[in-house]
């Protein structure tokens, strides 16, 4: 019967042309096309949910300051509660602003904050973004016409990725592989950093309120809208809007433990399978480490951190550069361990922290 350390050189060789899969999986979302907008556009509402955001916010209102929308749009910043300078730098932007000194029974943060902000809106079109990303010029008006041209209902887009540092790159390379390798977009899948949707769509559907303590509320949103028929597809667009999810290694912790261990409760079957994913892929350091204490199978451990590697180029090189797909099993053993704490967290009722809130 083949031991443990038998069978960690096959689950990596197995693991390997799996992330070749997942980065494929990736791409063939559709992207949302780079086009000029000559028409007029309907009213777009831009809602930004903000908590404790001041350092963030002046890039985001920058940015949205200056974007060309052919139509009258509106900005509004709802302030979860927060401690620091985010109500007064919204105002001096001319933004609206929804307060929010309470969270009631049965809501979390983020959904009650959204869907107070959907409540104030007045635009056909409502588009929540965070506050921590920035938008290109014209990114919005072509979500809105491409939307709009498609006869979409919505539309929801991961945007280009901005790591502040190298284990940023490593978590956000491996996580990014583990979600697509069982992600299926026709599913109905939403990336909370950017939803577009028709305001008449939003209010037939009970919007974030169907998901109001749900702590990945973007993807089980989409789950939601697609069972109710809605056609709001997930695309690609690395130059819509940019995001810089976490600004140190404690951002980065918490937000990989709580969309490790959220996201995998809506996979089904599929969160056992990404699992092993991950778990394949971090195997070269168990590999190595056991050839070095017990003197053999080390040519066996380099090949197979050598595929490991080899797969990861594609993912490394849309997070920065090839030359960290070397170190992908040092990201995959970082998402395994945040996402086994939050797991621990949820099972434990001690909750995930995020914007200091137990979620």
């Known amino acids: 019967m083949p031991n443990l350390i038998d069978i960690w050189p096959l689950m990596a060789f197995l693991s390997?042309?799996?992330?070749?899969?997942?980065?494929?999986?990736?791409?063939?979302?559709?992207a949302i096309p780079s086009c000029a907008i000559n028409s007029p556009l309907p009213t777009l509402s831009i809602i930004v949910p903000a908590r404790n955001e001041a350092a963030n916010l002046p890039h985001l209102l920058s940015s949205l300051e200056a974007i060309d929308y052919p139509g009258p749009f509106e900005l509004i910043v709802v302030?979860?509660?927060?401690?620091?300078?985010?109500?007064?730098?919204?105002?001096?932007?001319?933004?609206?602003?929804?307060?929010?000194?309470?969270?009631?029974?049965?809501?979390?943060?983020?959904?009650?904050?959204?869907?107070?902000?959907?409540?104030?809106?007045?635009?056909?079109?409502?588009?929540?973004?965070?506050?921590?990303?920035?938008?290109?010029?014209?990114?919005?008006?072509?979500?809105?016409?491409?939307?709009?041209?498609?006869?979409?209902?919505?539309?929801?887009?991961?945007?280009?990725?901005?790591?502040?540092?190298?284990?940023?790159?490593?978590?956000?390379?491996?996580?990014?592989?583990?979600?697509?390798?069982?992600?299926?977009?026709?599913?109905?899948?939403?990336?909370?950093?950017?939803?577009?949707?028709?305001?008449?769509?939003?209010?037939?559907?009970?919007?974030?309120?169907?998901?109001?303590s749900e702590p990945i509320e973007d993807v089980a949103l989409g789950r939601h809208l697609r069972a109710r028929g809605y056609d709001i597809p997930i695309c690609r667009s690395d130059d819509v809007a940019t995001v810089r999810m976490y600004s140190d290694r404690k951002g980065l912790w918490q937000g990989l433990s709580r969309l490790g261990s959220g996201t995998l409760s809506w996979l089904g079957p599929g969160a056992i399978l990404t699992a092993l994913f991950i778990t394949g892929i971090m195997v070269p350091i168990l590999a190595v480490a056991s050839a070095l204490r017990q003197g053999q199978k080390r040519i066996l451990s380099?090949?197979?951190?050598?595929?490991?590697?080899l797969s990861f180029i594609p993912w490394a090189r849309r997070f920065g550069?090839?030359?960290?797909?070397?170190?992908?099993?040092?990201?995959?053993?970082?998402?395994?361990?945040?996402?086994?704490?939050?797991?621990?967290?949820?099972?434990?009722?001690?909750?995930?922290?995020?914007?200091?809130?137990?979620?």
């Open 16 to 30: 390997a042309p799996l992330a070749v899969i997942s980065e494929k999986r990736y791409r063939s979302l559709p």
């Open 302 to 309: 380099l090949v197979v951190w050598l595929s490991v590697a």
């Open 79 to 212: 302030d979860d509660n927060s401690s620091d300078g985010t109500s007064d730098l919204a105002e001096q932007a001319g933004a609206k602003i929804i307060h929010l000194d309470y969270l009631p029974p049965g809501w979390l943060g983020k959904p009650h904050a959204c869907h107070h902000g959907a409540q104030a809106a007045r635009g056909k079109w409502l588009l929540f973004t965070d506050a921590d990303t920035v938008h290109a010029v014209d990114g919005p008006a072509r979500a809105v016409g491409f939307a709009e041209m498609q006869r979409l209902d919505g539309l929801s887009a991961f945007i280009k990725q901005l790591p502040s540092g190298y284990m940023d790159r490593l978590g956000l390379m491996a996580a990014y592989a583990g979600l697509f390798f069982t992600l299926q977009p026709d599913q109905g899948v939403l990336n909370g950093q950017y939803i577009l949707i028709k305001r008449t769509v939003y209010e037939e559907s009970g919007g974030f309120g169907l998901v109001a």
């Open 321 to 359: 550069s090839p030359w960290l797909a070397p170190l992908a099993p040092i990201g995959a053993l970082l998402v395994q361990s945040a996402g086994m704490w939050g797991l621990l967290g949820r099972l434990s009722g001690r909750g995930v922290r995020w914007k200091d809130r137990s979620v």
